[in-house]
């Protein structure tokens, strides 16, 4: 029996407050209202970025569903929807793509100005929510809310991908995938035969590895504090990993004698200040490019030596590496179906969703690259 139009009750996990277990509740999801979708979620990832509203890190609006790295399938379209049907598989996307703003319309911006991304109110597009649990109505996490058997999106923030596609490994485009990938790719450009430097193994940092060495780097370093994750690094394409605390001088020092003056492009996977200036000091004066991959810890600023930057550095960062998101998004999906990149080795835990705060603890123990949640 059709659901369209019709409220729905599902399992949700929902966050009341901050440092908490996620509570896995009976909610009650709205029908799409005009240009929205509603989604079944058939898989979801779980992100850092998750886990840092869980931890208070980052400041969202309590209660809310989280999740926002996922591959579902329509269940119904709000009038006016015409790029989505009832029974495509899709991809949530965090960052929009409405097309129509400044952003949207400049050939390099992605981060598109319908993002909830700065302002975090943690509502749908038209200011107001479509989920409610015990009477509450409860907050969307950045456009997406994942966490869920069924969620509700703004048209521009979902991309309809092929109908073959897996979606308990797709779903990592979502996010961490796509983020890691598109930030060698297309914010740094990575060059063919070039040398790089990846500060942070984790999902995200094997993911620039990744995309380093799809864009022909001939040196990829991976730099992290836990050597456990050197073996994926390299099965992924490091040639090579150091340990800043093998020694006693200060890692970029480290790099720039490995590399002979600098590498030609370093990217930050850890979400430090620290670690960013040192990425930024590995590069190479006159040409280095440094990318600022990790989330920036809240209310913290950098002070650094401005000469890197008057030596001809450069230093960028970008959202969702990058990617224009319904554009990409699809492409990104057929590419991986191509075998033009793996996900296999990224996805280290699948449970149930009911076990979801057992893959929170696996990301905090360090223990996961990606648990992927199954509906
Ligand atoms: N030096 C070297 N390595 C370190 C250090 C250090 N001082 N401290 C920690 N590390 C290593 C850890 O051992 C770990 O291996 C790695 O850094 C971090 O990995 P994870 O698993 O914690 O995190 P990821 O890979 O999932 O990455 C998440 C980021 C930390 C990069 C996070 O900021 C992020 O998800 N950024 C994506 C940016 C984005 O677009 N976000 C929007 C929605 S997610
Ligand atoms: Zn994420
Ligand atoms: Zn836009």
Sequence with gaps: MSTAGQVIRCRAAVLWEPKKPLSIEEVEVAPPKALEVRIKIVNSGICRSDDHVVSGTLKFPFPVILGHEAAGIVESIGEGVTTVKPGDKVIPLFTPQCGKCRVCKHP????????????????????????????????????????????????DSVARIDAAAP???????????????????????????????VFGLGGVGLSVVVGCRAAGAARIIGVDINKDKFAKAKELGATECVNPRDFEKPIQEVLVEMTGGGVDFSFEVIGRLDTMEAALASCHMGYGVSVVVGVPPGAQKLTFDPILLFNGRTWKGAVFGGWKSRDSVPKLVSDFMAKKFPLDPLITHVLPFSQINEGFDLLRAGKSIRTVLTF
């Design 108 to 155: 390099e911006g992605n981060l598109c100005l319908k993002n909830d991304i700065e302002a975090l109110n943690g509502v749908l597009q038209d200011g107001t929510s479509r989920f409610t649990c015990r009477g509450q109505a409860i907050h969307h996490f950045l456009g997406t809310s994942t966490f869920t058997e069924f969620t509700v999106v703004d048209e």
């Design 167 to 197: 979606l308990e490994k797709v779903c990592l485009i979502g996010c961490g995938f796509s983020t890691g990938y598109g930030s060698a790719i297309r914010v740094a450009k990575v060059t063919p035969g070039s040398t790089c430097a």
